[in-house]
């Protein structure tokens, strides 16, 4: 009797093991893409860099095949959380793919998120083109995005949304089954490249 509770327990601490380290591992990409994407501000070809990096640093446990999407969005810091505003985001949606986008140094890469032809609307909702992104270069002259004035320099959000997937018996130990829990990160930081 003894036996099947500590293999339970056993299990349930190395699931917790892989789930708590793909959630760092989450927390982490949606940090550095959000740093990649302050660094290059409003230059064409920054939210390709933000995907590559958010799929270079997802590692084992966490796959990269697990992110269902990546929205890169204008924070509307009058809210006080880390929500867009109206309209004012990209948001890419993982496929698998090899899709070729252009990086701001002028290098073609390939990233698992479909790019369209066009830079200036590139995901799924291209509702904020790298071009409008207000930076501290740029001032507060900078062009609507979507209808909305900028007053001051942007702060963007890079979010992932992650769907975790049981690794170990798990669920069908304890009477369980499905995918694990879907994790979303977010990440905030102002828009200030680097000259």
Not at 108 to 114: C, D, Y
Not at 117 to 135: F, H, I, K, L, M
């Amino acid at each position: 009797m003894v036996i099947p509770i500590f293999l339970t327990l056993f299990v349930a601490i190395t699931e917790f093991t892989f789930m708590f380290t793909s959630f760092i591992s989450i927390g982490y990409a949606s940090h550095d893409g959000a740093q990649v994407a302050a660094t290059y501000g409003n230059t064409s070809g920054a939210d390709c860099a933000v995907l590559e990096r958010i799929d270079n640093d997802i590692n084992i446990p966490a796959n990269p095949t697990q992110i269902k999407t990546v929205d890169i969005f204008w924070v509307n810091t009058a809210t006080g959380n880390a929500s867009p505003v109206g309209g004012a985001e990209n948001i890419y949606t993982y496929d698998g793919g090899s899709h070729a986008c252009v990086r701001p140094d002028g290098t073609t890469i390939h990233v698992p998120f479909p790019i369209p032809d066009t830079q200036a609307a590139e995901a799924t909702s291209g509702g904020y083109p790298e071009a409008t992104r207000c930076n501290v270069n740029s001032g507060i002259n900078c062009p609507p995005t979507g209808g909305n004035a900028h007053n001051t320099v942007d702060t963007l959000g890079v979010k992932i949304t992650y769907q975790y997937k049981w690794i170990t018996p798990l669920p069908a130990m304890i009477g369980g089954s499905g995918n694990g829990p879907l994790f979303t990160s977010i990440n905030i930081m102002r828009l200030e490249p680097v000259q």
